[in-house]
Antibody, heavy 123, light 106 residues
Framework: EVKLVESGGGLLKPGSSLKLSCVAS????????MHWVRQAPGKGLEWIGE????????NFAPSLKDRFTISRDNAKNTLYLQMSSVRADDTATYFC????????????????WGQGTLVTVSS | DAVLTQSPALAVSPGERVSISCRAS??????VHWYQQKAGQQPKLLIY???NLASGVPARFSGSGSGTDFTLTIDPVEADDTATYFC?????????FGGGTKLELK
């Protein structure tokens, strides 16, 4: 059974930094591109970015690439999202998700999702 | 960015047929996917690549479309279908989601 468990969310002040984690199980983590998607309270879904199999390539939504970093540790089956200079509009639930098993990573949909971790940015 | 436009909300009665639309601002080939999200839960994949039913999804759900206009159809609608439905395109960078259509049952 595929399982994705995000953690690291919480309350933080504008301008600070935070690192989220996503522990994956039930599939061969190192064989999949991984993605972060976020959802502001009561709003829609926003793709944040992705990382390739071994962490050598990352891509981001243009509006976020200057403040967010994605990394992974395949030995620990763990994906990370480093957020810096956070703002109130970064308040959201953050989900991790792998590329679909049967799709090319570049055009992949998302089959499996974690429960998400809530990040609240407030002074 | 490819903008996906969805109607904000729909209300239907159980047993009826409902179509949820998703219009893209530019061509997305067939790479439109649909997700269902119930309150407090993570999204669930329903349809991938326009018309392919995801594993375990009831055949009451179907997808269609081409070019820039895509549709998710539920027939017949059941009470458990109360949720918000999102379309997503993965043909253009960055991949984007529609704003969601909230489906309410009368």
């Amino acid at each position: 059974e595929v399982k994705l468990v995000e953690s690291g969310g919480g309350l933080l002040k504008p301008g600070s930094s935070l690192k989220l984690s996503c522990v994956a199980s039930g599939f061969t983590f190192s064989n999949y591109w991984m993605h972060w998607v976020r959802q502001a309270p009561g709003k829609g879904l926003e793709w944040i970015g992705e990382i390739d199999y071994d962490g050598t390539e990352t891509n981001f939504a243009p509006s976020l690439k200057d403040r967010f970093t994605i990394s992974r540790d395949n030995a620990k089956n763990t994906l990370y999202l480093q957020m810096s200079s956070v703002r109130a509009d970064d308040t959201a639930t953050y989900f991790c998700t792998p590329s679909a098993p049967t799709a090319k990573a570049a055009i992949s949909w998302f089959v499996y999702w974690g429960q998400g971790t809530l990040v609240t940015v407030s002074s | 960015d490819a903008v996906l436009t969805q109607s904000p909300a729909l209300a239907v009665s159980p047993g009826e047929r409902v179509s949820i639309s998703c219009r893209a601002s530019e061509g997305v080939n067939s790479y439109v996917h649909w997700y269902q999200q119930k309150a407090g839960q993570q999204p669930k994949l329903l349809i991938y690549k326009t018309s392919n039913l995801a594993s375990g999804v009831p055949a009451r759900f179907s997808g269609s479309g081409s070019g820039t206009d895509f549709t998710l159809t539920i027939d017949p609608v059941e009470a458990d279908d109360t949720a918000t439905y999102f379309c997503q395109q993965t043909w253009n960078d960055p991949r984007t989601f529609g704003g969601g259509t909230k489906l309410e049952l009368k």
